[in-house]
């Protein structure tokens, strides 16, 4: 009788355990994040970004980890600071500045998370920022969870289809289109959360 007592409630601990990050990405999208479009943060237009998503997602994350969420990781997720001295858009961001890191420097910085630096280790759930300097010269900048990652057999090369609020989709979705995790005219940043806190 104690051991399927035990079982059972080993059983049960598996069938409520906690989703893992793309999953609960995923459900934030289908439940309170359902038929918004994007755009810059608006509660009254249903619109989202990028980085506003994320960081919803983080806030979700390091609560379930019993870490309050701050005004201060909101602000590196979101990448603003008004101090970052150059004009990202022009410049492209400074590959010295740990800062355009986004939610990567985010999970390093308050001991959340590591950087993943071989793409051949990236997983399905790693947070993801790059930057990508465009055939008009100009950088623009993404972040977003990996949803996928394949070789291309062609080229050699990984490439990624990431999921969050983008707007070539209007909206949160699996993007429409691989990302090439490395190369030239970009920097690419990805993290994972630790499996439990140190």
Sequence with gaps: MKYRLLFYLLFSCLLTAAPSDLETAHRMADGVFRGWTYGAYSSVKKQVDCTTFISAV???LVSRRGISYTNEMYRDILINHPDLGR???IAG????DPRYAGVVYALEKYGLGYPVRDVSKVQPGDFIQYWVRGSNGKWFGHASLIESLRMDPKDGRYKARIYGSHKSMNGIAVSGFELLLEGKDRIVYIGRFFDEMK
């Design 93 to 96: 961001p400074d590959p010295e």
């Design 58 to 60: 983080m806030d979700t």
């Design 87 to 89: 004009n990202v858009v």
